[in-house]
């Protein structure tokens, strides 16, 4: 089992800052599972923000290309997203997840683990 608890949510103005962090426990290593944040806001589906399937395959949704950072620091079992240039759209729970990899042509997370959550709101 694999316990995710995210802290960093708050509110915020738009084209502000904040950094989620997400602490991993458990049978949590880094080298095992891919991670990723994901977001949602009220009467909206979940949508993934931002995935770490390998050192070398990251990826983003289009809508936080270039504004959101996702970054760990394996030796603490942490998972961070940065996130700048905050806009009211960026409304959510956030959640972090943890997964296994696997290959359909690319190589993907299917997510098996989630955290409670963290509100982030922007204001205008």
């Known amino acids: 089992q694999v316990q995710l608890v995210e802290s960093g949510g708050g509110s915020v103005q738009s084209g502000g800052s904040l950094r989620l962090s997400c602490v991993a426990s458990g049978y949590y290593t880094a080298d095992r599972y891919c991670v990723g944040w994901f977001r949602q806001a009220p009467g909206k589906e979940r949508e993934g923000v931002a995935h770490?399937?390998?050192?070398?395959?990251?990826r983003y949704a289009d809508s936080v290309k270039g504004r959101f950072t996702i970054s760990q620091d394996n030796a603490k079992n942490t998972l961070y997203l940065q996130m700048n240039s905050l806009k009211p759209d960026d409304t959510a729970m956030y959640y972090c997840?943890?997964?296994?990899?696997?290959?359909?042509?690319?190589?993907?997370?299917?997510?098996?683990?989630w955290g409670q959550g963290t509100q982030v709101t922007v204001s205008s």
């Open positions: 770490i399937v390998s050192d070398s395959n990251i």
């Open positions: 997840a943890a997964g296994t990899r696997f290959r359909s042509g690319d190589v993907y997370c299917a997510y098996d683990y």
